[in-house]
């Protein structure tokens, strides 16, 4: 009987210290300069002003429009073009454009890229219907964006520009609010699978080895994610 009494106690204060250890506070940590913004604009802008660039460049204007369901106005106010530029790799060109997208307060940067001539003699993407040895139509160049063809790209943005949050601040409280930790570090801005433009952020535990917690705030419609994850993999 006295040995079962041991092993009760045992079992209680077994339980006690992990609930206490449950209850316990996680503490989180960031540190970043005073001048670090997540919002970098871009260095070194330039823009290719040859005919095929001038060409290429209306061509993603209006596909872009068209895509993403963008006015005429909502492009003039929100897209600000920095560059332009031709790849000649194998034969093939590509048309390469960088722009930043700036609602209210906020800002990102994109690139989107597409095929604009394909070798002869290249048989890759053969079923995506793309003609060879001659410069890439309007219709064609949507085809290769498409099926990604010759790793064409250009992102989904929404047509939405009422932002949920009125300055980055608030945004990230939000975040580190439904997050359930005292601080995080904003880190980076992105657009999301909505064509929301998303902040992002991280702090990390103190006294545990290599935990951190990471998450998101969709600027428009208030969403937040987070999750908690490794600082570094080796």
């Known amino acids: 009987m006295k040995h079962r009494i041991v092993f009760i106690l045992i079992c209680l204060l077994a339980f006690l210290i992990s609930c206490h250890k449950e209850n316990q506070e996680?503490?989180?940590?960031?540190?970043?300069?005073?001048?670090f913004t997540p919002m970098n604009d871009f260095h070194n802008c330039s823009q290719c002003m040859s005919d095929t660039c001038n060409k290429y460049e209306m061509i993603w204007k209006?596909?872009?429009m068209e895509i993403n369901n963008l006015s005429e106005s909502y492009f003039n106010e929100h897209i600000?073009?920095?560059?332009t530029s031709i790849t000649q790799w194998e034969e093939n060109i590509t048309f390469n454009i960088c722009y930043k997208v700036r609602i209210d307060w906020v800002s990102v940067r994109k690139c989107d890229q597409f095929i604009v001539k394909i070798a002869e003699g290249n048989n890759l993407y053969a079923s995506v219907g793309l003609p060879r040895d001659e410069f890439l139509s309007k219709e064609y160049v949507r085809s290769a964006i498409t099926h990604h063809?010759?790793?064409?790209r250009m992102d989904t943005?929404?047509?939405?520009?009422?932002?949920?949050?009125?300055?980055?601040e608030t945004a990230l409280d939000q975040l580190i609010l439904d997050s359930k930790v005292d601080t995080m570090c904003a880190c980076y801005v992105y657009i999301n699978d909505l064509g929301h433009i998303t902040l992002e952020a991280y702090a990390e535990y103190k006294n545990e080895y290599n935990s951190c917690i990471s998450g998101s705030i969709d600027l428009i419609n208030g969403n937040t994610k987070h999750?908690?994850?490794?600082c570094w993999i080796n």
């Open 62 to 64: 209006e596909l872009f």
């Open 227 to 230: 999750s908690d994850t490794p």
């Open 157 to 168: 943005l929404s047509n939405e520009d009422d932002l949920r949050f009125n300055s980055m």
């Open 80 to 83: 600000i073009l920095c560059s």
């Open 26 to 35: 996680r503490i989180v940590t960031c540190n970043q300069p005073p001048d």
């Open 149 to 152: 063809a010759f790793s064409s």
